[in-house]
């Protein structure tokens, strides 16, 4: 913030927080008007019947469109603007040193608070490994990172509500510190390609985000909500489609029938589809918002969701840069067996 | 001046190359571009989020795609 609060300074500062203020007016209004605009249009002047197959499809087809574009935007806002004070340097130095358990743990967290792209992945991981942080750690923060992201946060709060978003967010927290934990223990150092060992780091570390100011970590938030939403348009409209089908069409007890809490078998499979399903948390959470009106328990839906978000088929392929078949087979494994863990646990304890 | 783009191949490294030759020539800068594409090459320089961008063998920029504008101010005080 400026400290010298010169007239022009102050007139700029009361411009930024002012139109802030005006936006979330604004998307309190729009959120809150969604769901009758819709019943009036859909029901008063289409003329549809609100509680028939086709009405209740296309009224849930436009309702959670806006609904999730809305919420996606405000909590990809708030959370790069949080995360801009963060970054993957600031990341590696506070892991510097850490022995593993306390390392692992820290890993996980910050994985979640990072500013951090998959694509990044190779990178990132070389320059925590060259610099010293142990293998099990730094798979911490890789596994942490996409398993527990903010897209799927801001749906999960806005669909479910609080509750099964902590237990998303503690669970994967969990997944991400246990498996990083085992990778550690099991000496796994011969399966990472040799390369990475070797690097020198000699370049000097620059940390883009000490000397951003208000109005930068705005524009960042902008920058980041409309580049994220132009990336998962497709996901979401194919989610929300499917949604709708399955909201209007399916027969009421067809899912629970063949996928309920009492299949045993129901989340193993969820978790095996899940994995090779390259989709991001925007397509899939209407697809699980869906299956959750038809009775599906939260616990598979949540591993579902889990296994699509947090092991893709590309950043895989990304990692074999760096890793040896035999590591990125225990990674998948190692994960996906927490993800089914926790699947079974949420049915169990729901 | 060697200016070095550093990363896989993705669009924000193309469009990182697009802006910093856009820079350079607006500032009559005269320039060698290098494509850094090795990811132990990469990591070396201290990069943890592709692109990056590097002068002179100092990194200016690393994780984004500025605008022409920002390199040029990257890029000016560097001249000479």
Known sequence: MTTTATPGARRKSLQRWGGLALAAVLWWVLYLVNQPFWDWLVGSVIGLDLSGRLGSGVHFFLYDTVKIVLLLAGIIFLVTVLRSFMSVERTRALLGGKREGVGNVLAAGLGVVTPFCSCSAVPAFIGFVASGIPLGVTMSFLIASPLVNEVAIALLLGLFGVGPTLMYVGAGLVIAIVAGYIIGRLKLERFVEPFVFETKLRGQVIDSTT?????????????????????????????????????????????????????????????????????????ILPLVEALHTKGLPMGTLLAFMMATVALSLPELILLRRVLKPKLIAIFVSVTALGIIAVGYLFNAVL | MKIKVLGPGCANCVNLEKVAKQAASELGIDATFEKVTDYAEIAAYGIMRTPGLVVDEQVVLSGRVPTARQVKELLAPRVG
């Open chain 1, 211 to 283: 000397d951003l100011t208000w109005d930068d970590r705005i524009q960042m938030g902008i920058e980041e909500v409309s580049s994220i939403l132009r990336k998962i348009w497709p996901y979401l409209l194919v989610g929300i489609g499917l949604g709708a089908v399955i909201h209007g069409w399916a027969p009421e007890d067809f899912f629970a029938t063949y996928a309920g809490a009492d299949n045993p078998f129901a989340v193993l499979i969820a978790v095996l589809v899940g994995v090779p399903l390259y989709s991001n948390a925007a397509g």
